[in-house]
């Protein structure tokens, strides 16, 4: 088949030195290497799905509800803050 491909002026060149250096025409060279790299962009086997181990972490301490982890959190920030502020008296 023939066809029209425009090709930067470096790939050009180390395209058409592979086919001095080997003997070769320039249209086997660039048919070589569009097969090499058409065979490399091949989808590779299927990756395994990734599986976590959980891990225990212990109980949460008494009168700790862990549902209202928002809840929970913003206590915590304002004990912290409050405990900042009692600092700077």
């Given at each position: 088949?023939?066809?029209?491909?425009?090709?930067?002026?470096d790939l050009a060149r180390t395209l058409?030195?592979?086919a001095l250096d080997s003997g070769?025409?320039?249209k086997e060279v660039v048919n070589e290497a569009l097969r090499a790299?058409?065979?490399?962009?091949?989808?590779?086997?299927?990756?395994?799905?990734?599986r976590l181990t959980p891990a225990a972490m212990g109980k949460a301490a008494p009168?700790?509800?862990l549902d209202?982890?928002?809840y929970?959190?913003?206590?915590?920030e304002d004990e912290e803050l409050a405990r900042k502020l009692e600092l700077r008296k």
């Open positions: 088949m023939r066809t029209t491909l425009t090709l930067d002026d058409k030195q592979r070769r025409s320039f790299g058409l065979e490399g962009a091949s989808p590779g086997p299927a990756q395994r799905a990734y009168g700790l509800d209202k982890t928002l929970l959190a913003t206590r915590l």
